[in-house]
């Protein structure tokens, strides 16, 4: 984890500058996590002393019926809120600037690329190896040391978002920072109650492509080109 995080804080940066004269500010913007990637792939050849699965799962496979089942919910639920909302608060949407079907099918290859890449190597860094380091490795564990684990993972998860800019421009932060801290408890709790990670990694995708694709704003932390922006 720290070299993970290490790799994301010193080399993300420049990485992050290596992008820029391309002009694609969602590849910048992934870039760090880019580096991030390379610091726990180093790491895993390094100290891990098992399978990348079994830091995934506590089953003999990946539940990949599960993973289908959080992402297509998650990503319909998100879908559905918006519709709702878009036909109560119409004046709130509006065609993302700059966007057309051209840039769009152009950026579509990264996103589908890279902010599953993104949301995964935050799952594994952010979630997977603190839940795994304070239970020995184990999910299979009682009622109250699952909350304790879920509290201490939505501290976690929180901490490295406190840079957003969500957080920046919110008239009201703490109710960002409660939503990310939110969204580490209950996926955490989740996996725990499953014994694998396969909920988690199938909701940050889903939720990370929504805002890529589907409706995003103008100050996001993952700019991109979707359908909407509010």
């Not at 760090?32 to 003999?60: C, E, N, S, W, Y």
């Not at 949301?119 to 304790?148: C, G, H, W, Y």
């Not at 800019?165 to 932060?173: D, L, M, T, Y």
């Amino acid at each position: 984890m720290v070299l993970s995080v290490l790799a994301w804080l010193l080399l993300g940066p420049s990485l992050a500058r290596l992008t820029e004269p391309l002009r694609i500010p969602y590849l910048t913007a992934n870039a760090p996590f880019i580096a991030m990637a390379g610091g726990f792939l180093a790491a895993r050849q390094l100290l891990l002393k098992q399978p990348l699965m079994r830091l995934v799962t506590d089953h003999h496979a990946f539940q990949t019926s599960l993973f289908t089942k959080s992402f297509l919910i998650y990503f319909a639920s998100a879908t559905l809120f918006l519709i709702v909302d878009l036909q109560s608060n119409p004046q709130f949407y509006q065609p993302m600037a700059g966007s057309s079907i051209s840039n769009y099918l152009l950026l579509l290859p990264l996103v589908l690329l890279f902010t599953p890449l993104q949301t995964s190597i935050e799952e594994l860094v952010f979630r997977m190896l603190p839940v795994r380091t304070i239970n020995a490795n184990r999910l299979d564990t009682k009622s109250i040391m699952q909350i304790v684990t879920s509290l201490i993972s939505a501290l976690v998860f929180a901490l490295p978002h406190l840079g957003n800019r969500e957080v920046a421009i919110a008239s009201n932060r703490l109710v960002v920072i409660l939503y990310y801290a939110l969204f580490g408890f209950v996926v955490t709790y989740l996996c725990m109650k499953h014994k694998g990670f396969e909920t988690a990694l199938a909701i940050h995708a889903a939720n990370n492509l929504f805002i890529a694709l589907v409706c995003n704003h103008p100050s996001s932390s993952l700019p991109s080109l979707p359908l909407l922006q509010t």
